[in-house]
């Protein structure tokens, strides 16, 4: 064998012994690290994300395991970064629709009928707002007040005549909403309602019989 060859050799066998023995202290110094426990709580951020996005595994997680920084849910209000509107989890819910989530806030304590800085809002003006009907019956359901009144004295029934949801009005009002409860300007639920068709069933309900002017 040639001298350089063995060289060569020589070399390589080195290099190998100096990387075992660089691989064999990060072992030996891996098992001696003390890594700080992991918490077992869920970040506000990542629990506020899972409520707006209806992911009910991760709130269910997050309400069981409880929040870091002790917050609970009635700690949230003032705390929901959308424009400090000072909107707790459940008005979120509410707001996109998320029903199977709004029941399980509720479980654990959530405020039916926490106000908003927007309107001063429930969660079941939001949800008759937005439309979400399955969302609006667990409110209800659950005890939502549903002549509640906002910043200008509307009702959720106001709200769903306005936007012209119709099975949130026939909703409310099978569950005793009043159509004729005035708002601050003195207008009632018909008076309000968005179109034709949403007049026409507020109308009927209320035992008005239609004429072309009441309907235009």
Not at 129 to 151: F, K, P, Q, W
Not at 167 to 172: A, K, N, P, T, V
Request: a positive charge.
């Amino acid at each position: 064998m040639s001298a350089r060859r063995v060289q060569r050799s020589n070399v390589t066998d080195e290099l190998s012994n100096i990387a075992a023995e660089i691989i064999k202290q990060l072992s030996t110094s891996k098992r001696h690290v003390t890594r700080p426990a992991a918490s077992s709580k869920m970040e506000v951020g990542t629990f506020h994300e899972a409520v707006k996005h209806g992911d009910v595994q991760t709130v269910r997680r997050g309400l069981e395991g409880g929040l870091q920084d002790g917050f609970q849910l009635k700690d949230f209000k003032n705390h929901v970064k959308i424009g400090g509107i000072d909107q707790t989890p459940l008005h979120l819910a509410s707001m996109f629709g998320h029903a199977e989530v709004a029941e399980l806030l509720i479980q654990y304590g959530d405020d039916l009928e926490a106000r908003d800085l927007i309107g001063q809002w429930t969660p079941l003006h939001l949800a008759a707002i937005y439309g979400h009907t399955l969302t609006c019956e667990v409110l209800i359901r659950s005890g939502a007040n549903i002549m509640s009144r906002d910043r200008c004295l509307g009702t959720p029934l106001h709200k769903a005549a306005v936007h012209g949801n119709i099975g949130i009005c026939e909703l409310l009002i099978r569950s005793g909403a009043d159509i004729k409860a005035q708002n601050e300007d003195g207008k009632n639920s018909l008076d309000v309602a968005f179109n034709r068709k949403t007049r026409k069933f507020l109308m009927k309900s209320a035992g008005v019989k239609p004429s072309i002017c009441n309907l235009s």
